[in-house]
Structures are given as structure tokens and as C-alpha cells.
């Protein structure tokens, strides 16, 4: 199984690199498609202001109405005050790869003891309670590499770089 977004081997020739490119690229779309749904709290294919809100607020993110409403403003292509999925990706990708994307107050929710740092048991359950179902294997084989030096736990510079990394 894999872990969001794969990346190409790098000792592949071009057709396996094509081909692990387009597999990438189906696993960031369904990722997304996953995100989407999470907000998408009425499943009727739209993402709106008001659940842009409500999800924010369950997942305790900092976000205010005119945020909210910016957002939207900014990538509703067709104006109708709604994201359609595509619009959403947009969204997405571009915040993601944004170098001062602001993943603070995802760090504060998934440093569930305030210690500061993020276990690999708190990224498990944070991950899970976001909708992202992903065993302790799973995560044991991404999460160590972005460990502070000499500890079992991120800081939030790794953090910020492992969600980077993982969603692009």
C-alpha cells in the first residue's frame, strides 16, 4: 500500500517513470478526493463557506469567516460560492506549495500534549481523526525520517516539511 504520493524510482528507465508518474499522480488525486470529502460534509459535490468553517472548527484550525470567504473567492472559477472538486484541487495545490503555508495550527492539533513535538503514536490518531486511515506501519515508514536529530519526535520545522513533502 502507499503513502499518499509515491515518487518516481530513481533508477527507472522512462516508461517506469511515466507509468510511477501517472500511479503519483492518481494517488495525490485521490488524497485529495479524500480531503474534498472530509469537507464536503453534505456530500452534494460542492465545498461551501460555511463547511470550509465547520471543518476547520472540528479539526480546531484557526480560520475566520472573511478567510473562509476569501478562499473561496479565490478559486471559484465558474462564481457560483461553491468549490466543485477541481476548483478544491486548486485550492489545495496551490497552499501546499506555498513555502509559508500555514501548517501551525495543524502542528497545535496533531501535538495533542502541547509538549511541542509530534509522536508517531499522535500523528497516527491525528491522521485518523482527519479521515486519513493509515496503520502504525504505515506511518513508522515515513514519519522517523523527519524526527529531530537524537529524538523520536518532530519539532515543527520537520513537521511543516513532512506535510509539504507528503502532499505535493
Known sequence: MTFWCCK??????????????????????????????????????????????????????????????????EFDRNGDDELEFMEFVSLIRKYLSDTDYPTQGMFKYFDRDGDGYITLDEFVKSMRCVGVHISEKEA?????????????????????????????
Do not use: W
Not at 513508522?140 to 529524538?151: D, I, N, R, S
Open 8 to 73: 518516481a524510482k530513481p533508477n527507472a528507465d522512462k516508461s517506469d517513470k511515466r507509468k510511477s508518474s501517472v500511479k503519483s499522480n492518481q494517488a495525490c488525486m485521490a488524497e485529495i478526493k479524500d480531503l474534498f470529502d472530509l469537507f464536503d460534509q453534505d456530500h452534494n459535490g460542492v465545498v461551501t463557506k460555511d463547511e470550509i468553517l465547520r471543518t476547520f472548527t472540528s479539526l480546531r484550525l484557526p480560520i475566520t469567516e472573511q478567510h473562509a470567504e476569501k478562499l473561496i473567492k
Open 140 to 168: 513508522a515508514e515515513v514519519v522517523p525520517k523527519y524526527y529531530t536529530p537524537g529524538t523520536d519526535k518532530m519539532d515543527y520545522n520537520n513537521f511543516n516539511k513532512l506535510m509539504k513533502n507528503l502532499m505535493l
